[in-house]
């Protein structure tokens, strides 16, 4: 058997990940305090890269690693030339255009719109035919809308409490989002049987 690597996003997936994998039977010791960017299953059949969320796909795209997790919001967001093999069904979330209260406002300009999904959100606002000004920001979106630095912002619901605690409403849903497992598409038939096995494991 090959060994397989799998790029993860450090981070709350990271640990919904490893929480499944341990479920599934493929045990991981990892500490979650540690800053090493490398780790193994016990069985040293899987090795695992520590990314950042946006690099994921890059990794597996250029075939630093065999597979990655990352969530359907990032890959719709870089596309990136991967198979998408399977949803994992977990980190489970929605890309929204939010703002101070549930309608767009009015503005005697073009919206200005805050967010990291520049792509999806550029693509969401053309489809409306509405002409919108983008901000790109790259954390605490929600900040944003709140001090006026935008009209609405594009961004991320899991439990909805940020928006609750900053006073910010849903305007619209964009789309949902999951994690999904991708893979290099070299390594998805030079690694076909182990690649086959972990799908196994994971249904
Ligand atoms: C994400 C997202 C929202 C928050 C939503 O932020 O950008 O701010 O999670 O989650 P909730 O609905 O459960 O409150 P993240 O923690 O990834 O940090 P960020 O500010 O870097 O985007």
Wanted: net charge neutral; aromatic share 6%.
């Amino acid at each position: 058997m090959k060994q397989l690597t799998i790029a993860l996003a450090k981070g709350r997936l990271m640990d919904e990940t490893i929480e499944l994998l341990n479920k599934k039977g493929i045990n991981i010791d990892y500490e979650t305090n540690s800053r090493k960017l490398i780790f193994e299953s016990k069985d040293t059949s899987i090795k695992f890269f520590i990314v950042r969320a946006q690099d994921v796909a890059t990794y597996v795209e250029g075939n630093g690693a065999d597979l990655g997790v990352a969530g359907l919001d990032v890959l719709t967001e870089n596309k990136k030339d991967v198979f998408e093999l399977m949803d994992l069904g977990i980190g489970k979330c929605s890309v929204v255009v939010a703002g101070k209260s549930s309608n767009y406002p009015d503005t005697p300009t073009q919206l200005k719109v805050a967010t990291k999904f520049v792509n999806i959100a550029d693509e969401f606002f053309a489809k409306k035919g509405m002409a919108i000004e983008i901000i790109k920001l790259y954390g605490s979106i929600e900040l944003a809308g709140l001090i006026g630095l935008a009209d609405c912002i594009v961004d991320i619901v899991s439990t909805g409490q940020t928006l609750k605690e900053n006073g910010l409403c849903v305007i619209e849903e964009i789309m949902k989002s999951s994690a999904f497992l991708v893979a290099n598409r070299v390594s998805y038939y030079t690694k076909n049987k182990e690649i086959a096995r972990l799908l196994d494991l994971l249904k």
